[in-house]
């Protein structure tokens, strides 16, 4: 279910400069002095490795992997491995970044980090995708470890990788260090509440923001693009909480029910057809492009980056945005949605539940205890219901919109820690 076929690429900007150009702004708001720009503009490392993996068939193929640690100025540094076609340096150091920004927004001890494969696992057997996990954990044995660099599972992997990864460091290091990696299966030491975590941090984030819009969730509408991982979850709790959600998509494309679809229904669906949508009965489905601009109040992108552009930017009816995915809204799309009056819930707020249950993984794996889902759950809401009023308070007292009150948020409280240690 966390797999998911390599995706299309459409109107992609740069990511790392669509992520910079943000940076820019906030970094300007804040008054930040031009060296610790340059510092926190610059990804610490910058890791490629070369995998050559014995296949099924015994042929022997070359996988391409990545490791980038973007700052580890607030503590171990962050962040999850994704498998897919897609990823390129470029994309695996803006996610690293936002792993930073995220990361301090929400005011956990960590810096950003991120990993990535170049493959496609649908088309590999386990075994072909083990070797390949286990591989990359060799080359990356001096990064990885539980007080330097902490992976977790992205678009592609999930409990399964994240096991192996454990099993191979802790080969490694003759003793099992299961604090080296979270969203592990519950059994190796994986926290309660973690799977959906990423998604319920979403819906605290749409409640929290419909708040201060004065919305009623049992009177309004949701359409969730990517019914993954975040994506269901997100769809799933937004419905427990009033809201109908109308429309849902995948890779296969979207379907529109305008009185309500059954949440739990799609997921049982998605979940006994090989983890796809496709002929889902019940609704009209429409083309996956039309779900963004669907006369709805809510949209909640949770499937991939930049599918809210110039292009359809201007077609956007919702009120609010809250994004699942990380970097659904290209920069250049940003004028037009603020212009528009949308309130944006932005990646690095939206999103952050995931890595904030994953600390919690962490501080439960070095506790050696186990917290009930009750308190996981209940400290995770806490955790981004107070980032968000803190981030809606920056807005309103720097006068800028949400997307950059998180990072000026993020940014000062990574600058003032860098003053405080002090560099070379
Ligand atoms: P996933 O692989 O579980 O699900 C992705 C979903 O998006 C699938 O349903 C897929 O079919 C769909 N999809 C892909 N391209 C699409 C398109 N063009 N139109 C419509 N649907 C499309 O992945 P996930 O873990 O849910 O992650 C989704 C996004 O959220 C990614 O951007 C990821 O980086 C981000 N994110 C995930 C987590 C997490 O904890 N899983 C945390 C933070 C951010």
Known sequence: MAYIEPAPIKDKENPFESMMSRFD???????????????????????????????????????????VI????????????????????????????????????????????????????????????ERLTRAYTQSMIEIFGPDRDIPAPDMGTGPREMAWLMDEYSRARGMTVNAVVTGKPLVLGGSLGRTEATGRGVMVSTLTAMEKLRLNPSRSNVAVQGFGNVGSYAALLLEERGLKVIAISDLSGAYYNKNGINIKETIAYRDTHNGSLEGYGGTEKIHGDDLLTLEVDIIVPAAKEDVITIHNADNIKAKLIVEGAN????????????????????????????????????????????WTAERVNRRSDRIMKDAFDNVYRTSIEYNVPMRIAAYIVAIDKVAKTYKFRGGF
């Open 25 to 67: 702004i906030a970094a300007r708001a804040l008054g930040l002095e031009d060296q610790v720009y340059n510092v926190l503009k610059n990804p610490v490392k910058q890791v490629v490795v070369s995998l050559p993996i014995t296949m099924d068939e015994g042929t022997i193929e070359v996988f391409e992997g990545y490791r």
């Open 70 to 129: 973007h700052s580890n100025i607030l503590g171990p540094s962050k962040g999850g491995i994704r498998y897919d076609m897609d990823v390129h340096l470029d994309e695996v150091k803006a996610l690293a970044a936002w792993m930073t920004w995220k990361c301090a927004v929400v005011d956990i001890p960590y810096g950003g980090a991120k990993g990535g494969i170049k493959c496609n696992p649908r088309q590999m057997s386990a075994g072909e995708v």
């Open 327 to 370: 970097g659904p809204t290209s920069a250049k799309a940003d004028a037009i949605i603020n212009s528009k009056g949308i309130m944006v819930a932005p990646d690095i707020l939206a999103n952050a539940g995931g890595v904030t249950v994953s600390y919690f993984e962490w501080v439960q794996n070095r506790l050696g205890y186990k």
